[in-house]
């Protein structure tokens, strides 16, 4: 068998969650990335379900390593520097005292290069792998300023004239050990949630065999297979119940708190928990096809993609990178040829290189997205487009559509009214009931329930058709007949019977038997209890919101008035809704549309953040750049306020890591030496260190409020 090459993966040698095709820079330090050895990657965790955790595998352990390495380093260089620090001959003038003894310069010289070469390892070879790569980041600038600080302390110690800067150096080299183990546990805890999503999928399950049940690998599992979910368990696969019934607890999927009663014929979501009852499931398609792992692809993803606030912030690090590096060399310069001491001098550079470091200016939008894509999807907000979700902040307009979103979705029947004496209210709802039996529309739904409730036996139909926006056309048994909106009939000339009465929240359908009006179907669909407190909300933040519907007039404005919307846009096809959206453009209106992802794609498009609405497994709204699990509208208002959060997040973090670059550098670079303020190697390193502590504890603090 021919041996296929899988294709060249690169990652971070500090962050091995980094993964990419091609060369480049880790968006989270700006260290050049190398050639993996391992080909396989985290991209794909949606390959990873069945159990395995893909943070738990190659790349997982490789990242628990990394951390668990760093932790060594530190406490090896803690237990160095405290003898290195009592030899050097600074600390015991500042302590007043002498412990100099013969060869302890040696002793010194010994414990340090253990120090630079063991604890400034990784930035030594982040070093080489920059400039390998003539890419020069932080690992650069680190590596840079401890040999730098080393090579000159060993000249001191063979001879050349001046003071060592050993202790210094160790200092440093102990610091930077402690903020890149934090900074990893700080990524690795900003992922932690997208962790416990690749967890949810159970491993195992227990198939129903003709004679036996089975326990099988989850990933084995196909398309209508049965599978056996037991009380307490995880369901291992998507599907529909086949028997039995319970309450499923879905709140790690979709952000839905109560536990949702299923029962035969209802779907259910891999790795939801079941309750009490035990349930027979058929498979609806293969595991790397689920809800789930589309959600963690999706997540993975939006991590990994970088959003316009990304960009900024890379390329800000770079120039940091550039500025840091002519800062140190002027500054040795300046002060070398002022006559100060080349020790003195070399202090300065090292200093100034060290305190920019751009580590805090790296990680600032890195861990608010790792943090924010993670956390949204645990509560039902799947963020497939960064930029979609960041520009969530400048709406100023929602559109919203009405069936399912601000109104449960579910149509009753309310009233069956015949206009032919032949004809009984029976057999006007089962030749409804014949056309609507192809379709999933919640109008359709009710139809159909109300026919089953009425016992109606529902006739085959021949050369159907979908009239787009107005309705259905069959042949039943042999005549013509149409079920239709109020918007053909006018179209069509139609006119209404004089006893034709409806109310307000009512959705009405005719029936249209050899082109005559034989009757009509009033349904009507509650609205939402959480739909009032969303538009509210809205309004208490400025953001206005509209109503667009297919419905007639009077049921758009009942609906739009009782919850307190800012208007309505009534009667429109699908295709209209495109224009609508554009017309709201055009006013300067920033506009979000929220819409079902099938019927509504053009509009959705067309909106500057198109949110897809979902049904608790259905997330393949391609055009959409966020889809809600939950077709709460309160979720829709969430993500708004999310979308503010994050960008205010990232925002304060990108001000504290330049901010904080624009005071210190200076003093680094000893502006205030004069007025006896001067920040040494070891004091620039803490305050490199506290600036990306306070970047991770920011990033940290992100939630989403309800």
């Not at 110690?157 to 060592?164: A, I, R």
């Not at 790397?288 to 997540?299: A, H, P, R, T, W």
């Not at 993670?374 to 709406?395: D, H, V």
């Not at 058709?465 to 042999?478: L, P």
Request: charged share 20%; proline share 4%; glycine share 8%.
């Amino acid at each position: 068998m021919e041996h296929q090459h899988q294709p060249k993966k690169y990652t971070c040698p500090m962050h091995p969650q980094i993964v990419q095709d091609k060369t480049g820079t880790c968006p989270i330090c700006g260290m050049a990335l190398v050639l993996k050895k391992d080909t396989e990657t985290t991209a794909g965790m949606a390959t990873h379900q069945h159990g395995t955790n893909p943070t738990m595998g190659h790349e997982g352990h490789d990242h628990n390593s990394m951390i668990a390495d760093f932790r060594k380093r530190f406490y090896v260089v803690l237990a160095l520097t405290i003898p290195i620090m009592l030899l050097s001959t600074m600390i015991q003038h500042w302590l007043g005292v002498h412990w100099q003894f013969t060869g302890s310069q040696y002793v010194l010289f010994g414990l340090s290069t253990i120090v630079f070469l063991y604890g400034g390892w990784p930035f030594l070879k982040g070093l080489v792998d920059e400039a390998k790569a003539k890419n020069p980041g932080m690992m650069f600038l680190i590596g840079f300023a401890i040999t730098v600080a080393y090579i000159y302390s060993v000249a001191i110690v063979f001879g050349l004239e001046g003071m060592d800067f050993f202790w210094e150096l160790a200092t440093l080299i102990l610091i930077m050990l402690l903020g890149h183990w934090i900074e990893m546990r700080s990524v690795a805890g900003a992922s932690k949630e997208l962790e416990l999503l690749v967890q949810l999928m159970p491993a195992d399950a227990h198939m129903v065999m003709p004679t036996m049940v089975h326990d099988v690998k989850t990933d084995t599992l196909k398309e209508n297979d049965v599978i056996l979910v037991k009380p307490g368990e995880k369901v291992a696969a998507d599907g529909i119940i086949l028997e039995g019934e319970s309450y499923l607890n879905e709140s790690m999927l979709t952000g839905e708190s109560k536990p949702v009663q299923k029962q035969k014929g209802d779907k259910v979501i891999a790795g939801a928990i079941n309750g009490n009852g035990s349930i027979k499931v058929t498979v609806l398609h293969a595991a790397k096809d689920s809800y789930l792992s589309q959600v963690i692809k999706l997540v993975d993803d939006a991590q990994k993609s970088k959003s316009k606030t990304q960009l900024l912030a890379d390329t800000a690090a770079k120039w940091l990178t550039i500025i840091a590096l002519l800062a140190g060399v002027t500054t040795f310069l300046y002060w070398y040829l002022t006559g100060q001491s080349l020790a003195f001098a070399m202090e300065r550079m090292v200093t100034v290189i060290v305190i920019c470091c751009p580590h805090a200016l790296g990680l600032a939008v890195p861990l608010v997205v790792a943090k924010s894509t993670a956390l949204s999807a645990k509560n039902g907000l799947l963020i497939k487009n960064r930029t979609a979700f960041e520009n969530s902040r400048k709406i100023t307009t929602i559109v919203f559509d009405k069936t399912g979103t601000l109104t449960v979705g579910k149509f009753e029947v309310s009233k069956i009214v015949s206009l032919q004496k032949d004809l009984s209210e029976n057999e006007i709802i089962r030749m409804a009931a014949a056309l609507e039996q192809k379709s999933e529309h919640p109008i359709a739904t009710g139809i159909l329930q109300k026919a089953k409730d009425l016992l109606v036996t529902i006739p085959p139909t021949e050369n159907f058709n979908a009239i787009t926006g107005k309705g259905v056309e069959a042949t039943v048994e042999g005549k013509k007949t149409l079920v239709v909106s109020p918007g053909y009939l006018k179209e069509n000339s139609i006119s209404l019977p004089d006893s034709f009465a409806a109310n307000d929240t009512e959705t009405v359908v005719f029936v249209l038997i050899n082109n005559e009006l034989a009757g009509y179907i009033a349904l009507s669909d509650e609205i939402r209890p959480e739909s009032s407190d969303a538009i509210k909300v809205l309004k208490q933040n400025h953001i206005k919101s509209i109503l667009l519907t297919g419905d007639n007039n009077k049921v758009a404005k009942a609906v739009s008035e009782t919850i307190g919307m800012d208007s309505f846009i009534a009667e429109v096809l699908p295709h209209q809704k495109l224009e609508k959206i554009k017309e709201l453009q055009g006013k300067g209106e920033f506009v979000a549309m929220t819409g079902d992802g099938v019927n509504d794609a053009p509009a959705l498009a067309q909106a500057d953040v198109g949110i897809a609405i979902g049904n608790g497994s259905d997330i393949a709204a391609e055009t959409a750049g966020i889809v809600l699990v939950n077709s709460n509208p309160k979720d829709i208002v969430n993500l708004v306020l999310f979308g503010k959060a994050t960008y205010r997040k990232m925002i304060q973090n990108l001000i504290w890591a330049t901010g904080y670059n624009i005071v210190a550098l200076p003093l680094a670079a000893g502006i205030l030496y004069k007025q006896g303020i001067l920040l040494s190697p070891a004091a620039g390193a803490v305050l490199m260190t506290v600036s990306t502590i306070v970047v991770a504890i920011n990033a940290s603090m992100l939630k989403i409020k309800k």
